[in-house]
């Protein structure tokens, strides 16, 4: 009976793990033909799409995209995408985790609609208001640097201010009453006990900041205009010509080298995202 039964769990573990293979690789497979294609030769791309593998590997994809446009090396659109995303990543967890302080351990007047406004604006599609955003920013004669990008993350986001919240809220107060009582003000258990404690939350913040800052296409699109100053999103647009040619091929390959800084992070920083999400969700 006991045979029977634990045969009959190792079959459903094993089908289970089938299933979940084959449906984890019809997710990743555009990604994997992406990553192919860019070694295949540019007209033979298409010619052979329904091919995973490239007939001959080559890495003449690579070095043709890495030359960029007009002059333009994509050294150029990296360097600007890393100082867009990391300013940006640094402004965004600093201010959510002070306004998420504020949020969870800070009594003040109206406290809950402004927390309710927040989560509101948190809902709000971008697409709905990046026009009243741009008319401010052109007032301010911010269009064309990347002012409009980065300095928007130094007030607080949403989504990680609620995440921060939800995870002071998971402290015990006692260990507030205990700083008080050696001395020390708000600012100071904010630094020294909140802080620390709030590790996880504040990685997997920097993590998904610096994700969406570096994939980021719209903005750039609206409020960036010299080539110098484009980030990988918006240059990889630049091999797309509808009314000529497109270089796919060269598009793919530095596609692929963009995702690199994503993938270190993501492999490097796993384990606090993890914990980061996962005790959010259970202290929440």
Known sequence: MKTGYKEKRIAVTAIYHVFTFLFAFVMIYPLLWMVMSSFKNTNDIFRTATSLFPETFSIENYITGWKGFAGYSFSIFFKNSFV???????????????????????????????????????????????????????????????????????????????????????????????ARMDGCTIYSIFVRIILPLIKPSLVTSAIFSFMWRWDDFLAALLYLSDPLKYPVSYALKMFSDPSSGSDWGAMFSMATFSLVPIFIIFLTMQKYLVEGIASTGIKG
């Open 84 to 178: 867009i995303a990391g300013l940006s990543t640094v402004g965004a967890v600093i201010s959510s985790a002070i306004v998420g302080y504020g949020f969870a351990r800070i009594d003040f007047k109206f406290k809950n609609i402004w927390f309710a406004c927040m989560l509101l604006a948190m809902m709000l599609p971008f697409q709905i208001i990046m026009i009243p955003q741009y008319i401010i920013f052109n007032q301010m004669g911010w269009i064309g640097s990347y002012l409009p990008i980065i300095v928007p993350q130094f007030f607080g986001q949403g989504f990680f201010i609620f995440l921060n919240v939800q995870f002071i809220r998971g402290i015990p107060m006692d260990l507030d009453e205990a």
